[in-house]
């Protein structure tokens, strides 16, 4: 199978990409960039947007009946059925534990630490792929600065498939702790999406750090930080004795950065106005415990 590594002189953006406000000329070039169907395993796919391969080593992948083969272990592509077999025979990874380093186990599923600058054409061709699923999505080939934390799921045969991931940058002076996250289609609605924000706070919480994703977030990922955020507030309400609580001792017990905890805390309608324009406060007797998703605990036995 061919594969290509870009350097960052050689590298090209994220171009072709169109928002949905494109024009109709825009909107024709979006759809022939966008590739027919990916073949990912026994999953095919029809991507829902267009993503940064190589025209030349795609072939006719993005025709209306075009087809893209994904390798499921090492990510790489080839729109010839043939040379994914061929490379299937020798690819090391669909023998071998997943890149990186383990830093979560739960026996079904795994967490790998993957360095960008140690692996950087297996993360390439993991962004290219993600690529195809999310809009906002920038980054592609300069990953070096980038760590990968790959969701890897074990089968009955200790075959090993990774089905989503999250990165997040190195050094962020911001202190974001999620770059992009991604659950693969084959794999949604398994409550993984959540698996990998919890982790995402844990490292922050690990590494003593207020932790935040990167803005804008999509509705979608507005809605399971929301859900988190308010799991996590929510648990320290419960347990707290104090009869008042602040924004700031919120985000030091839950490691979400004030301004989040204050956004949360607007969503769950607790945060109230004070009498005659006096400072907004926290009521603590009109909480939903309904808002309280346990499946957003991490065991710790497992990190």
């Given at each position: 199978?061919?594969?290509?590594?870009?350097?960052?002189?050689?590298?090209?953006?994220d171009s072709n990409h169109v928002s949905s406000a494109?024009?109709?000329?825009?909107?024709?070039?979006?759809?022939?960039?966008?590739?027919?169907?990916?073949?990912?395993?026994?999953?095919?796919?029809?991507?829902?947007?267009?993503?940064?391969?190589?025209?030349?080593?795609?072939?006719?992948?993005?025709?209306?009946?075009?087809?893209?083969?994904?390798?499921?272990?090492?990510?790489?592509?080839?729109?010839?059925?043939?040379?994914?077999?061929?490379?299937?025979?020798?690819?090391?990874?669909?023998?071998?534990?997943?890149?990186?380093?383990?830093?979560?186990?739960?026996?079904?599923?795994?967490?790998?630490?993957?360095?960008?600058?140690?692996?950087?054409?297996?993360?390439?061709?993991?962004?290219?792929?993600?690529?195809?699923?999310?809009?906002?999505?920038?980054?592609?080939?300069?990953?070096?600065?980038?760590?990968?934390?790959?969701?890897?799921?074990?089968?009955?045969?200790?075959?090993?498939?990774?089905?989503?991931?999250?990165?997040?940058?190195?050094?962020?002076?911001?202190?974001?702790?999620?770059?992009?996250?991604?659950?693969?289609?084959?794999?949604?609605?398994?409550?993984?999406?959540?698996?990998?924000?919890?982790?995402?706070?844990?490292?922050?919480?690990?590494?003593?750090?207020?932790?935040?994703?990167?803005?804008?977030?999509?509705?979608?990922?507005?809605?399971?930080?929301?859900?988190?955020?308010?799991?996590?507030?929510?648990?320290?309400?419960?347990?707290?004795?104090?009869?008042?609580?602040?924004?700031?001792?919120?985000?030091?017990?839950?490691?979400?950065?004030?301004?989040?905890?204050?956004?949360?805390?607007?969503?769950?309608?607790?945060?109230?106005?004070?009498?005659?324009?006096?400072?907004?406060?926290?009521?603590?007797?009109?909480?939903?415990?309904?808002?309280?998703?346990?499946?957003?605990?991490?065991?710790?036995?497992?990190?």
């Open positions: 199978m061919r594969s290509h590594t870009l350097s960052p002189s050689n590298s090209t953006p494109a024009g109709a000329k825009d909107k024709e070039k979006k759809d022939k960039d966008l590739i027919g169907t990916v073949v990912l395993g026994n999953h095919s796919i029809v991507p829902w947007y267009s993503s940064s391969y190589p025209k030349k080593l795609i072939g006719d992948a993005c025709s209306e009946n075009g087809k893209l083969y994904i390798c499921e272990y090492c990510f790489k592509y080839t729109p010839e059925i043939a040379r994914l077999q061929g490379h299937q025979k020798f690819c090391t990874l669909s023998r071998e534990e997943s890149p990186g380093t383990k830093v979560y186990d739960s026996g079904l599923y795994s967490i790998y630490e993957v360095d960008g600058s140690e692996h950087p054409l297996f993360c390439q061709n993991l962004c290219l792929f993600a690529k195809l699923f999310l809009d906002t999505k920038s980054v592609c080939y300069e990953v070096e600065s980038f760590l990968f934390y790959t969701l890897v799921e074990t089968d009955q045969f200790g075959v090993q498939r990774v089905v989503g991931f999250f990165s997040k940058e190195k050094f962020s002076w911001d202190d974001y702790n999620l770059a992009c996250i991604i659950v693969f289609p084959p794999y949604q609605r398994r409550g993984l999406g959540k698996l990998l924000i919890s982790f995402s706070f844990e490292l922050s919480r690990l590494d003593k750090k207020l932790g935040s994703p990167e803005k804008p977030l999509s509705d979608l990922g507005k809605q399971g930080y929301l859900a988190y955020w308010s799991t996590r507030i929510a648990q320290v309400i419960m347990q707290t004795k104090k009869e008042s609580i602040s924004i700031n001792e919120l985000s030091e017990a839950t490691c979400i950065q004030p301004e989040d905890v204050r956004v949360t805390l607007e969503h769950m309608g607790v945060m109230v106005a004070g009498e005659e324009g006096g400072k907004p406060h926290i009521r603590l007797d009109i909480w939903d415990k309904g808002q309280v998703d346990e499946s957003f605990n991490l065991n710790p036995e497992y990190v």
